[in-house]
């Protein structure tokens, strides 16, 4: 499973990249408010940071205006990774921009058949959002499951980009359902390491350690 990471902080970006973790970016414009910085800057700057594939928003909501913003974004870095949401506009400015050679992420996929039409339509990666149907009652998990199953019956080669992760069971539990990536708060991605048992047992190894009066250097 791949990770990426899901801020437009570049400060969180540099401090996990030499982790070997962070297989590339995602940012949507409500991350890109956030930092309070140019869209197109921050975006280039995390090109520099991370080699995989960034992600980076249009605005436009025709189909016309997304292919010119999906364009002048890709040429940013030849990483960029184009962001078009899921509506019918979306997956007509897909398959154009598909059609050229770029990468594409299609964004706020809350059904199976949202899903379908994607991978339909030539998309890189599907990315279906766990949290916001969670925050709803909705069991965000179904979904991932739904769009594996799908995918697998057609040999799609669209990845199915776990998105909207509010917790580390989100990410065990997309792993387990198949997800090919999963996106990250980078909260989320220094919790995974965390255990309770791995700090107790180091205390003890070190305590004891402490004992020999040893030291390796
Ligand atoms: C990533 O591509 C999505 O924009 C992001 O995961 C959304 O997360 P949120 O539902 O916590 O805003």
């Given at each position: 499973m791949k990770f990426f990471i899901d801020t437009a902080e570049i400060e969180e970006i540099r401090a996990l990249a030499p982790s070997g973790l962070v297989d590339g970016v995602t940012t949507n414009p409500s991350l890109i408010a956030k930092s309070g910085r140019d869209f197109m800057e921050v975006i280039a700057e995390i090109c520099e940071i991370v080699d995989g594939p960034v992600s980076a928003e249009v605005t436009a909501t025709n189909s016309a205006q997304m292919i010119d913003e999906g364009r002048k974004l890709a040429k940013?870095?030849?990483?960029v990774t184009i962001k078009l949401p899921l509506t019918f506009d979306g997956l007509v400015a897909c398959r154009t921009l598909v059609d050229e050679g770029h990468t594409t992420n299609l964004t706020l996929c809350f059904s199976a058949n949202q899903a379908l039409l994607a991978a339909k339509a030539g998309a890189t990666f599907i990315s279906p959002f766990i949290g916001r149907l969670d925050d709803m009652g909705i069991d965000g998990m179904e979904l991932i499951e739904e769009i594996r199953a799908i995918y697998d019956n057609y040999g799609f080669e669209t990845q199915i980009l776990a998105a909207s992760i509010r917790t580390v069971n989100h990410v065990k539990e997309s792993a387990i359902a198949g997800a090919d990536v999963a996106t990250l708060p980078p909260s989320t991605l220094y919790a995974l390491a965390k255990h309770p048992l791995t700090d107790k047992g180091l205390e003890a190894f070190l305590k004891d350690w402490e004992k020999t009066g040893q030291s390796i250097l």
């Open positions: 940013i870095a030849d990483n």
